[in-house]
């Protein structure tokens, strides 16, 4: 890839399940369709997929407990036994903690049976489908981030990928690689949750006019090795309740994924108004839990990790289409609540697309009135049926799990209606939804919690175990536009990106001489959940691609 400027007939943007699997999908389609004698003219079958992380899976973690039919539907070829999946769910179990004890709910709630599902390692998954995409010719280039739109005309063309060995300030080093310009008929975003570049182009093309803001929640993850017998395999246990406050959306997971090996983790809504709210330090204070100690207390941590999850649901999809490029997985916020699954309907929607494209090119029309079959395939799928029932799901719960409950059993009733009028429940982005520093009361989250040796982990420990590394010369890919919005919001909010951020990106310092509080970068710790993109109360933080192979390296997370 030493040329300024490539070119391919399918780009697909990110290395996750959703952008592997539109790259085995058509590449199946048009084998077939090529193979056949009847068709004289053929349709075209190059196929380049570039991955940011330095290796396909690096940068892809979930849970992850996943409904298996969506690889039987991609890969009918493939018997299920050889999946790499590390074990079917045997225990489901829902629990409500409190500070020192906890309650098994005696039924399972609505649309949270894992009945069917597995147990799996994502990054472990997506190398293995790569594997499979590549022996169906599909090129696959990772180590190269996609920094930029490229667009003629008001249409998607390419993508341009970013410069390597520049300094700090921009200018060019001895090492100094220019971009890559690729260009492609149809462009696949896949780059999962808040892609920088999938950002922008719903910005430009005003793809998200009409819809729900999307909203997120933000997952912390963590692998443990245990003693044999501390924790089931197969077995999964969600919690409820502490650390939370009753105003607080979230909740525990731990997944038992086989003998010795178990995935503990917490997950919190990105609207939660304590601008001192912490979830990697709800994950530590949830670790103490009596439930939760008695499983790690031998063990010890292998990994970490963090990532956001869009959970806007049906009404918060953008336009998943425009003139030759259409949008997928994550990037489009193909996720089921209360669930909390996303990795089968990645691949789902990447199958959508990847007949919508087969159909571009048969009519040789790659236009955005062409592609609108994609939104027209996923309102007939079986997707589309699975997201509407809970599709104000999320919306339900923004005030407090009182009323979020009472919402959610209204929408059992009415087809998810709930208790809204107009059938669509709203709510503001999640950055929106801070009390200010001068209206809490009582303690910061998490202060006077103690740590315990063995079993908790700060932030700068946790880095070490998500495998993060950036050339620290490079420029910052986490960028604030403005000092002076930084200072009001560190008077205001109390500088909540020190505690948002999982990855201790994010310092509030203190001059010695003056006093005053300023924000320091630390952007080589960035595990690239992009909460700070989503979060920061101003809108004063830009999150971008730094250069390829940069960041965690998650392998089996």
């Given at each position: 890839m030493d040329n300024s400027i490539i070119e391919t007939d399918i780009l697909i943007v990110g290395g996750g399940s959703a952008g592997i699997a539109f790259a085995i999908h058509y590449a199946d389609l048009v084998r077939r369709y090529n193979e056949d004698p009847s068709h004289t003219v053929k349709l075209p079958d190059q196929i380049m997929l570039l991955e940011k992380g330095g290796a396909i899976g690096h940068h892809s973690l979930s849970g992850a407990v996943i409904n298996p039919v969506a690889l039987r539907e991609l890969l009918p070829d493939v018997e299920p036994k050889d999946y790499p999946l590390e074990s079917p769910v045997t225990i489901d179990e829902t629990m409500f903690f409190t500070k020192t004890g906890s309650i098994k709910l005696?039924?399972?709630?609505?649309?949270?049976?894992?009945?069917?599902?597995?147990?799996?390692?994502?990054?472990?998954?997506?190398?293995?489908?790569?594997?499979?995409?590549?022996?169906?010719?599909?090129?696959?280039?990772?180590?190269?981030?996609?920094?930029?739109?490229?667009?003629?005309?008001?249409?998607?063309?390419?993508?341009?990928?970013?410069?390597?060995?520049?300094?700090?300030?921009?200018?060019?080093?001895?090492?100094?690689?220019?971009?890559?310009?690729?260009?492609?008929?149809?462009?696949?975003?896949?780059?999962?949750?808040?892609?920088?570049?999938?950002?922008?182009?719903?910005?430009?093309?005003?793809?998200?006019?009409?819809?729900?803001?999307?909203?997120?929640?933000?997952?912390?993850?963590?692998?443990?090795?245990?003693?044999?017998?501390?924790?089931?395999?197969?077995?999964?246990?969600?919690?409820?309740?502490?650390?939370?406050?009753?105003?607080?959306?979230?909740?525990?997971?731990?997944?038992?994924?086989?003998?010795?090996?178990?995935a503990v983790g917490y997950v919190a809504g990105l609207d939660i108004k304590d601008p001192t709210f912490d979830t990697h330090r709800a994950l530590q204070i949830y670790k103490k839990h009596p439930f939760v100690r008695a499983i790690l207390q031998k063990g010890k941590i292998v990994r970490y990790g963090a990532k956001t999850i869009p959970e806007g649901g049906l009404f918060a999809l953008p336009q998943l289409y425009h003139d030759h490029v259409m949008i997928v997985g994550d990037a489009a916020g193909f996720l089921a609540m209360p669930s909390l699954k996303g990795v089968h309907l990645g691949i789902r929607s990447a199958m959508l697309a990847a007949q919508a494209a087969v159909e571009a090119f048969k009519n040789k029309d790659t236009s955005k009135e062409q592609l609108s079959l994609y939104e027209k395939l996923f309102q007939a799928s079986s997707l589309y049926k699975e997201l509407y029932p809970v599709r104000n799901f999320r919306q339900a719960f923004k005030n407090n799990l009182f009323f979020g409950a009472m919402q959610f059993g209204t929408q059992l009733v009415t087809m998810g209606r709930g208790l809204s009028l107009g059938g669509r429940l709203t709510m503001g982005e999640d950055r929106t939804h801070y009390n200010r520093l001068s209206e809490c009361k009582g303690k910061a989250f998490g202060e006077g919690e103690s740590f315990i040796k063995d079993l908790n982990s700060d932030k700068e420990t946790s880095i070490f175990f998500s495998g993060t590394k950036h050339d620290e010369a490079q420029p910052s890919h986490i960028r604030v536009p403005s000092s002076l919005v930084c200072e009001e919001?560190?008077?205001?909010?109390?500088?909540?990106?020190?505690?948002?951020?999982?990855?201790?990106?994010?310092?509030?310092?203190?001059?010695?001489?003056?006093?005053?509080?300023?924000?320091?970068?630390?952007?080589?710790?960035?595990?690239?959940?992009?909460?700070?993109?989503?979060?920061?109360?101003?809108?004063?933080?830009?999150?971008?691609?730094?250069?390829g192979g940069d960041g965690p390296e998650y392998e089996n997370m």
């Open positions: 005696p039924f399972e709630p609505p649309y949270m049976g894992n009945k069917g599902n597995s147990l799996v390692m994502l990054g472990k998954l997506v190398r293995w489908m790569a594997e499979i995409a590549e022996k169906k010719g599909v090129q696959i280039f990772p180590g190269f981030s996609a920094h930029e739109l490229v667009f003629e005309n008001n249409k998607l063309v390419g993508i341009r990928t970013g410069a390597t060995g520049v300094d700090h300030h921009g200018k060019p080093m001895p090492n100094y690689q220019p971009p890559t310009e690729v260009r492609a008929k149809i462009i696949i975003m896949a780059e999962g949750t808040r892609g920088s570049l999938t950002r922008e182009l719903i910005k430009t093309l005003d793809l998200a006019k009409g819809r729900n803001p999307q909203i997120y929640s933000l997952g912390v993850k963590e692998l443990w090795e245990i003693p044999e017998g501390a924790f089931e395999k197969g077995r999964v246990v969600h919690s409820l309740g502490y650390p939370l406050k009753f105003d607080q959306f979230g909740g525990g997971f731990i997944y038992g994924l086989s003998k010795t090996l178990v919001c560190i008077q205001v909010y109390g500088g909540p990106c020190q505690h948002f951020c999982p990855a201790q990106v994010f310092e509030i310092s203190v001059d010695s001489k003056t006093g005053k509080k300023g924000l320091k970068l630390h952007p080589s710790n960035c595990v690239h959940c992009k909460t700070c993109d989503i979060k920061d109360p101003y809108s004063n933080v830009i999150w971008e691609t730094p250069y």
